[in-house]
Nanobody, 124 residues
Framework: QVQLVESGGGLVQAGGSLRLACAAS????????VGWFRQTPGKEREFVAA??????????ANSVKGRFTISRDNTNAVNTVYLQMNSLTPEDTAVYYC???????????????WGQGTQVTVSS
């Protein structure tokens, strides 16, 4: 089992920045990736970004490339994945979810492990 807890959501003006954090614990395998997804009402959950758990390979949706970065901190007792979001627009407003599984399952939108989600609202 893998446990994921997100934090860092909130309200920000367009053009601003937010950093989300995902604290991961449990049986996170070396071939796993941790990713971020987002969802707005009436729409399917959308892949945003992912990072390998034991390497620095990163993956981004085209809609966030150049604006969002993803990083991982495995040095502390609680391993954390960060999503730095810059140049935010109202279209980035969504509930953001952290997820983990084998890499191919994360980047294809089918991870088994999910966090509870955190709301990000970007005002115009």
């Amino acid at each position: 089992q893998v446990q994921l807890v997100e934090s860092g959501g909130g309200l920000v003006q367009a053009g601003g920045s937010l950093r989300l954090a995902c604290a991961a614990s449990g049986r996170v395998g070396s071939t796993y990736a941790v990713g971020w997804f987002r969802q707005t009402p009436g729409k399917e959950r959308e892949f945003v970004a992912a990072i390998g758990w034991s390497n620095d390979y990163t993956y981004f949706a085209n809609s966030v490339k150049g604006r969002f970065t993803i990083s991982r901190d495995n040095t502390n007792a609680v391993n954390t994945v960060y999503l730095q979001m810059n140049s935010l627009t109202p279209e980035d407003t969504a509930v953001y979810y952290c997820a983990a599984d084998e890499l191919f399952r994360v980047v294809t939108g089918r991870p088994d492990y999910w966090g509870q989600g955190t709301q990000v609202t970007v005002s115009s």
